[in-house]
Each structure stands twice: as C-alpha cells, then as structure tokens.
C-alpha cells in the first residue's frame, strides 16, 4: 500500500524533471512559465479536492482564499512604510528594530520600506486561516443550495472588496511585487534567468502539499471525512465530530490556496481582482470535478491538463464557456469523473463482490 | 431629515428594483417548487428576454419584439429542460447546482459572443428618457410605472393561473407530492418543463420592462440571480408571495444605502451580506416555517 | 441502577405527537426490546436517545449521567453505540475501512498526525487495522475485508455493520431493526449473534418487527403504540397481556 503510493510519487517527479529536461533540450523554455503558474494553481485545486470530494462541501468561493493571500503579501510587500517610518512612527519602528522590514527601490527607483516577503507570506496564510475558520462557522452548517450559495457569495464579497478599494489597486491590483527569497538562492520571481530554480521550486511546493494530503486521506483523519461525506449520520453516531471536522478540512483547503496565491502573485509579480472572481472559482470546481470529485490523483492531473493548457490559449476567448460545458458535461455523463467511467471497469475489472 | 422629494425617489428606485428581484425570485420559486432544483440559470432568463427583444425590435415594432423576445425565452427555457435535465435520474443537488451553473455560464458566454459586450437598451415604452412623471414630489420615469405594472400583472395573474386554472393546480399536486400527482394521471415530466417554460417567461418580460431603465447586459444575469436568490430565501423558499414582499424589502435598502452615502461600489455587499446573515441565522426565511423547511431534502 | 433511564421522554412534529411522555429503564446487561405497530414511535425514540433528534421534554440517563441535548458523537463516545435501519455503510470504503471509522473513538491521530505519519502514528494504524480483522473474523465475514462494503449482500453487509457498531467497545448497543430484510436463517443468525453480545457483558436495547426474534431473545419488552407507553414486562408476560395483543390484533 504505502510502496505504491511512493512509486506513484516518484514517477510524478520523474515526469516533472522529464518535462523540465524535455524543454531545454528542445529550447522551449518558455514553456517553464506557464507550467509553473499551472502547478501552483493545482495546489489549490488539490486542496479543493479534500473539501469537495472527501469532507463533501462545495465551495464555489475558492478563489476568494487565493485572492486574500495573493492580495495580502502584495500589499504589504508593496505599500511604502518609509513615510511612516520618517515620522517616527513607533510601529514601524518596532517592525523594523524585529528586522521585519526590507528595503528596496520600486521599479520607478523610487526607495522603499516595506514588510518583508517571508513575514508577508506568514501573515497572509494566517489571516487566510483566520477568515477561513470564521467563516466556515456558519457556512458548513449549510448544506446543499445554501452552501453553494453561501461560498459564492464569500467569493463575490472578496471581489467586490479587491475591486472597490483604493488599497488594493482598485481594478488594475497591484504590480510591481518583489520576488520572494525563501532560502537564499531560491527565489520566486519572474526573472527570466529563474526560470528553472522557480519551476523546481513550484513542483516541490505542490508535491510536498500533494504528499501530505496523501497522507491524511489514508489516515484517521482521512477516513473519518469520507464517513462524513458518505453517510454523516452514521459517522456521528461513530463518535466522529462532523462539524469540527469539515471546519478543519475547510481551513487547511484555504491555506492551500492562500499559499497558491502568495507564490504566483510573487512569481508574476501582480495580482488582479480577476483572481479572486467568480469565474475563476467555477473553473477550480470544474476541474475538481473532472478529475473525480475523490481523487487527488485525478485532480492533480486534470488540473495540470486543463490549466497549462488554458494558459497556452488553446481555448482563446471561449475559456470560461469551455469550463463551463466541462462542468455541465462531466456532471450530466460522469458525475464521478471521467477516471471512474463504467467503461474502464469494462477494460480492468474491479474487485466487487460475487 | 430628507424632504418627501428625496425620500418618494428612494422609495420608487427601491421598489423599481425591489419588484425585479421578486420576479426573479419567484422564478426561482416555481422551478423550485415542481423539482426541488435551484436553476442558477435564472438570471439570464431575463438577460436574454431584454438583449432579444432588443435584436428583434431592429426589424419589429416594439410590442411584437417583445412577444417574440419572451416566446424565444421559453423555448430555451424548455430546451434546458429537455436537453439537460429531464433525463437525469434522481440527481443528487450537488450535481443539479453545478450543472445550471454551467448552463448560466455557457448562456452568458454565447450571449458575449452573439451581442458582444456592448450595453443596449429597449426604447422606452412610453416616453422617452427625460419625460417623467411627478409623483410625490419625486420625478419618475414613466417606465418605473410601467415596471410596477407589468410585474403586479405577474403577480396577481400567477396566483390566479395556480389557484383556479386546471394546469397551475396539477403543478400546485407536482410541488406537493409528485408520486401522488402522477398517480392521478398528471405528467409529472411535462410538469416540470413547463414550470422552466413559466420562469422563464417571467423572467423575459421583466428584462423586456426593466431595460430601458438599468440597460441590458450579456453579464446582467449573475447578479440578478444571486439578489433574486437572497430575497426568494429571505421569504422562504418556495414562497412567492413572501418573495415579493422580501423583494421589495432589499430594493428599498438598496436605494436607501446610496442615499445615506453607501459606497455604490459596495452596494452588491449588501444584498450578499443579507443572504449569509439570512442563510446563517434563519435559513427557512423570515416567513418560512423551520419544520416544513427542514423536511424538504437537501 | 439502571444502565439506561428514560423518563417522560416527548416528541411532537407539527400537530403528531410522535413520543408521548415514554418512561423505560434498561437493565446492564440485559437485551431489551422495544416493539409496536407502524408509527409507534420506534425509531424516533431511538433517534432522541441517540441524540440525532432533539427532545421536546424529558430526561435520558446513560450510567447516572444525563445524555439529553448532547451531540450524537458526543453520546458516541460516552459508550452508546447504535446500528441504523436502513444500514448506513460507507461507500466507496472497504468492509475493514468501514469497521476502521467504527474504530474512531479509540484512536487519536489527528490532522497534523495525519499529513505527517510519525511511527507512533503508524503503530496506531496497525493497530486500528488489526483489530478491524479480528471484529470482522468474529463476525465470520474477514473474507470480504477488502470488498467494497455497499456490494455486500444486505445480511453481509448487517454483519460489517455489528462489527463497526462494536468496535468502539460500547456499553450500550442500540440495534434499529436488526432483522429488517433477513430470511429465517439470517435472522436465526441475528439472533445468536445479540446473544453472544450479551454475553460479552454489553447491554442491548432493540427495535424489532420480528416477533420470533423478539420473544426468543429478549429479557424484557416495551410496547409502544401511537407514541405511548402500553406495557412493559418479560416476554411471556407480554404475551399474554390484553391491551397489547388488542393493538395488534385490533378490536
């Protein structure tokens, strides 16, 4: 059990080397880009597929958890404290005295204190969490319809935020966001000599993430959300605390995404309020549900596909409408996702009973 | 304090607005009632009655392009229906929310595409842009009088039509129970396409009589679904005549929240905060009983 | 003192007054039942003892300690444990995962635990595992460990369902219609399995239709019927008893 879930990850590292030597052979480079914007946009779709598919809650406000994250290390690690800092203000100082603060020159030449990226990142994932646990509160009391709603209408709410304030760049967002320096000589940023490193980078963060939500599927934990998911009632009167559980599940799916959205906001420099739209949480559920609503696996892949392939264009200005009729024509043929189509089991008969 | 001028504008703004949120609402409501769907695709029932009469009033008088505009909706309505959920065999709700969803964004992409992203507009019915009607001291648009009319037309003509025709009583028997109602020998089936058919209509004619005064949109239909799902809660869902109410309750907020300074930016937060605040702490509506509502399978 | 107390226990839905003011004791270790025609109110008063549904009134001792208002998972983990009429498996899980999730209250990894297996994590596992086996074997039904429970047969599928009510070692065991759907064999089965239940020192407390299990097993009776409480005794007492066989005869 546990050798083939190691052999399935070590062929997922091959395969992500193989890409990476493929395109310098080929001098293809570029494509690095977008398949490191791709990976870390399945990071927050694997983690979207620990509520949806295992814990059975649809959140249809995803990308609003990767627009609080994104927008928050943007913000800080944009928004100039050295006017404050001039003024003596005692905050500032103490930020700076706790060698919280960084300096550098904006892409104008302009001098620029501001908080530094590791801080940065660590408050946005915290206030992710934070928002995440207060919210899934309510939210996971409802079910069906309400739920849905519920989460799309937190998702349109964080839009609205991002759109309307002045702070966060009202609707051109924010840019010129520096590069994070998470160990020295690892840096995510959009220099074209990177490109390598920050691939090499995005494949660990997600396989490090897809590891451990390997891990707690096929643990107590994991088994305890799909009881939850399959039959609730039951796995009450199992002693399990259902509610407690779906929150749980519902905040470390948000720090996924909130670390999504903090790597690609520094890795492309900006963040738009398009991030954190409605459009962009459907597309997350639809790939989820492709890729087998249950299925990291399925995820993980489809999101690869799908993303890189969005990103190249492939479907030019019918994008939404093409994830829209993804999510309509997997729900109406293969509700499971494609992987679980009768068919295959026609090809590789499962073990049912006689 | 505000003068009666100010104060009659809010209040016909609210409830222009108000009542175009019941319709939707409503819309909602029959679909709901006859299948226990949510059809997320409700919005744009009414986006498309507005931008197809729109078309069709290039080359029809006004009152035909209308006709023709809301015919044209319902056949779409139907054909939804037909196509992709009439032979679904008891579908779980997860899977029925994510296929309207798609539907709406399917709808609303062939909308750009058909109509581009231009803002169009219906002629005023009566009028044109700067007549106006003075009605307790506030300047009204004709057509806010004729929005008021048409919508209370399709109020009272509803419950009529469910009250006393024999086809709204065999959907009242479909909303009921539907084992039974097949049982007396009503097509469950064409019950349900025709409740699509109603909403949509519905949903048309109110984009028709609003769009001369909010302008029509391929993306206008989100927004309305999700206000005209927040007051169809707030009355409880399944309950049009408390939508109605409910309706007329968020158009006023709305209108009063420009007028004490509410950023228009944030004005969507409000009827969005309303909803989780609603879902959150009285989810059956403040006219919903808890029971009835708890009983209805989710 | 009884292991179970339930005192003047109501429930009303609407203008149906489904539990009317039901007082019962259950004895440890006895095996007793609760029987009544259609619509007596079984399984609701099951469900309030449970804690899926909430009372209007009344008190519900569990070894001198209130349960009334708790959560279920809660009244789970103070020694109740309960099967459901209409069998609720997991799907998409193995028999063994299915008596594994049975197993949650007697182990403790949590999330953290979870993403990051340490070896005491690991032997927690082996250990949840392996006694997953030996309450399926104890069942008769290991074989079909590895089987996707919901593709059971339904009297296979009963069984896995005992061996995850058990596996949290229960005090209480509340059986809804064990024998709903089982022939004579596998009720016959059913029946010498509650026994040997008993026997293990667990109190069972049984919603039954099956009259033959019922009078074969049983210590002693209660007999609901609309909602009240009409008679409560040994099996042949029951039996006998006019107002009972009234009920279920008719005048």
Not at chain 1, 76 to 97: Q, R, Y
Not at chain 1, 164 to 176: L, N, P, W
Not at chain 3, 234 to 247: A, D, L, S
């Amino acid at each position: 059990m546990a050798s083939r879930k190691l052999t399935s990850i070590a062929l997922l590292v091959a395969v992500v080397v193989a890409v990476q030597v493929i395109t310098q052979l080929t001098g293809t480079n570029y494509y690095l880009t977008q398949l490191t914007m791709t990976m870390y946009s399945c990071l927050l779709i694997v983690g979207l597929c620990l509520v949806m598919g295992y814990a059975g809650q649809i959140s249809l406000g995803h990308a609003g958890f990767f627009a609080i994250g994104g927008y928050t290390s943007a913000s800080l690690t944009t928004m100039n404290l050295l006017p404050a800092f001039e003024n003596g203000s005692s905050c500032v100082t103490a930020l700076n005295k706790m060698g919280l603060l960084v300096t550098r020159t904006s892409m104008f030449g302009e001098p620029l204190l501001t908080v530094h990226p590791w801080f940065a990142c660590l408050l946005a994932i915290a206030i992710t969490a934070l928002i995440a646990f207060l919210i899934g509160i309510p939210v996971l009391k409802l079910k069906g319809h309400y739920l849905a709603m519920a989460t799309l209408g937190f998702g349109i709410i964080i839009f609205r935020i991002v759109l309307a304030m002045e702070f966060f760049g009202e609707a051109d967002g924010i840019s010129d966001v520096p590069g994070f320096t998470l160990l020295p000589g690892l840096t995510v940023n959009g220099d074209m000599d990177n490109r390598v490193v920050n691939y090499y980078i995005a494949a660990a963060v997600l396989i490090t993430g897809f590891i451990l939500l390997l891990n707690l599927i096929d643990s107590r934990v994991g088994r305890a959300l799909r009881g939850i998911h399959g039959a609730e009632d039951a796995a009450d009167a199992m002693g399990i605390d259902t509610a407690r559980y779906k929150l749980y599940t519902f905040v470390l799916s948000a720090v996924f995404a909130a670390v999504a959205g903090v790597l690609l906001t520094h890795y492309t420099g900006g963040i738009s309020p398009s991030d954190a739209g409605v459009m962009k949480s459907v597309r997350y559920v639809a790939i989820v549900a492709i890729g087998g609503m249950a299925s990291l696996w399925g995820a993980l892949t489809m999101g690869g596909l799908l993303n890189f392939l969005s990103l190249r264009g492939l479907f030019g200005s019918y994008d939404d409408a093409v994830f829209g009729a993804i999510l309509i024509i997997i729900m109406l043929f293969a509700p499971e996702g494609v992987l679980r189509l009768s068919i295959w089991s026609k090809i590789k008969p499962t073990k049912e009973a006689k | 304090m505000m003068s009666l001028e100010l104060f009659s504008q809010y209040i016909f703004a609210g409830i222009t607005y108000g009542i175009i949120y019941a319709i939707v609402a409503i819309g909602f409501n029959i679909i709901y009632n006859t299948t226990g769907i949510i059809n997320f695709a409700q919005g744009e029932f009414v986006m498309l009655g507005g931008m197809a009469a729109i078309s069709l009033n290039q080359f029809l008088p006004l009152p035909l392009a209308i006709v023709a505009a809301v015919l044209f909706t319902m056949l779409v309505g139907a054909l939804i229906e037909i196509v992709f959920i009439r032979w679904l065999e008891s579908p779980s709700v997860l899977r029925m929310i994510i296929i309207t969803i798609g539907l709406s964004i399917i709808i609303r992409e062939i909308a750009l595409h058909v109509w581009g992203d231009t803002v169009r507009a219906l002629p005023y019915f009566t009028g044109n842009v700067i007549s106006s009607v003075t009605i307790l001291g506030a300047a009204i648009s004709p057509q806010v009088l004729w929005v008021l009319a048409v919508c209370s037309c399709i109020v009272v003509l509803l419950s009529l039509f469910f009250k006393f025709t024999p086809l709204g009583k065999e959907m009242q028997a479909c909303a009921s129970n539907r084992l039974a109602a097949t049982l007396c020998g009503i097509n469950a089936k064409n019950m349900v396409t025709f409740s699509f058919m109603l909403s949509a209509a519905i949903g048309a004619v109110a984009g028709c009589v609003v769009s001369p005064i909010t302008s029509s949109q391929y993306d206008m239909g989100t927004g309305l679904a999700i206000k005209g799902f927040t007051v169809a809660v707030l009355g409880g869902l399944g309950n049009s005549m408390a939508a109605v109410a409910a309706g007329l309750l968020l158009g006023i907020l709305e209108a009063f929240s420009v007028g004490v300074g509410f950023p228009l930016a944030f004005q969507d937060a409000i009827s969005i905060s309303i909803l989780l605040i609603i879902l959150f702490v009285r989810p059956h509506g403040l006219f919903g009983n808890k029971q009835a509502a708890s009983l209805k399978e989710f | 003192m009884a292991l179970l107390q339930v005192r003047d226990l109501n429930k009303r839905f609407g203008g149906l007054h489904a539990v009317n003011s039901v007082s019962f004791d259950v004895q440890k270790g006895a095996i007793k039942s609760v029987i009544g025609p259609n619509g007596a109110g079984k399984t609701t008063l099951f469900n309030l003892i449970c804690g899926s549904l909430g009372a209007d009134s009344g008190a519900v001792k569990f070894d001198s300690k209130s349960i009334l208002g708790l959560k279920p998972y809660q009244i789970a983990s103070t020694g109740v444990s309960r099967t459901f009429q209409n069998i609720k498996m997991f799907p998409g899980m193995t028999a063994l995962e299915n008596v594994m999730v049975g197993l949650h209250t007697k182990s403790k990894a949590g999330f953290w635990a979870g993403m990051f297996p340490l070896p005491a994590t690991r032997r927690e596992e082996k250990k949840i595992r392996a006694r997953a086996h030996e309450l399926l074997e104890l069942l008769d039904i290991d074989q079909f460990a590895d089987i996707e429970a919901s593709s059971l047969a339904f009297g296979q599928q009963r069984a896995v369902e005992f061996a995850r009510a058990l596996a949290s070692d229960p005090t209480l065991l509340l059986l809804d219609e064990p024998a709903a759907g089982l022939n004579i064999y596998e009720t016959a089965e059913v029946a010498r399995l509650i026994t040997k239940i008993q026997q293990q020192g667990i109190t069972v407390l049984l919603v039954e239709h099956d009259m033959s299990l019922v009078m074969d097993i049983s210590d002693e009776i209660v007999v609901l019927s609309f909602g009240q409480h009409i008679a409560e005794g040994t099996p042949g007492e029951i039996q006998h008893n006019k107002e009972v066989i009234q009920i279920y005869l008719g005048e």
